[in-house]
């Protein structure tokens, strides 16, 4: 199996958290851009969807799920997305395409979130991937000197503006043994946005492909 074809599994496996009748969230990337491609098949069933990026937006909106303003719907029955890393916890870093506060806000707002993903993803310790956080572009040296602090080596990513009108600093060399500790030390520098880890509110359910099936990790 290719881990293209573990994201479809994933992907494809989430449609049964689907509530039809129910507006849902719906992040970004490639294991999502599966879910979307799912998600066409029962549109009939979707009222609409809440979206993490404006990739997502357009793919939806292709589809004929029409995306609607978190302002009005309210809290979300459920809100699916991929990650870069999880952990046995289903505390998870995520903002390898750029998303991460859209995606985080919009997991906050939502009572259910699904995270699919292929195995490959499933780590001991967080922090192999490097940690993207997003930042007010007047911050950027400022936040990185901070994070050198915490022990971490900042790098700005190139050429990339997030849809908010800001910049993405990815960290390198950081273990994380205390995810939670280490989300609220990042998001309190003055100017981030916030950081892709999800510790705070980690995942309830963790889908993954592998070559024998997707497994189900629930959190607890
Ligand atoms: O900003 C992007 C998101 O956090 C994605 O969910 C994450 O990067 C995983 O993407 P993919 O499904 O392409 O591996």
Do not use: W
Not at 87 to 98: C, F, P, V
Not at 191 to 215: I, M, Q
Request: glycine share 12%; with cysteine.
């Amino acid at each position: 199996m290719t881990q293209d074809e573990a994201k479809k599994a994933a992907a494809e496996a989430a449609l049964k958290y689907v509530v039809p009748g129910e507006v849902l969230g719906v992040g970004t990337g490639s294991t999502v851009n599966y879910f979307i491609d799912a998600l066409a098949r029962i549109r009939d069933d979707i009222p609409g969807a809440v979206s993490s990026s404006n990739a997502s937006t357009e793919r939806l909106k292709k589809i004929g799920i029409p995306v609607l303003d978190l302002n009005k719907t309210g809290t979300l029955s459920i809100y699916v997305d991929g990650a870069d890393e999880a952990n046995k916890h289903l505390q998870l870093i995520k903002g390898g395409g750029a998303a991460l506060t859209r995606e985080k806000i919009v997991a906050g707002a939502s009572r259910k979130f699904i995270c699919i993903a292929d195995e490959s993803k499933l780590v001991g310790v967080l922090g192999k991937f490097p940690l993207p956080i997003e930042v007010i572009p007047m911050a950027q040296s400022y936040v990185g000197r901070e994070i050198v602090k915490l022990g971490g080596q900042p790098y700005l990513r190139d050429g990339v503006i997030t849809d908010n009108g800001n910049v993405i600093i990815d960290v390198r060399g950081l273990e994380i043994l205390d995810p939670v500790k280490l989300e609220a030390q990042i998001n309190q520098i003055a100017g981030v946005v916030t950081v892709g880890l999800f510790a705070h509110r980690p995942a309830d359910v963790l889908l993954l492909g592998t070559p024998v099936g997707v497994k189900e990790i629930k959190a607890g």
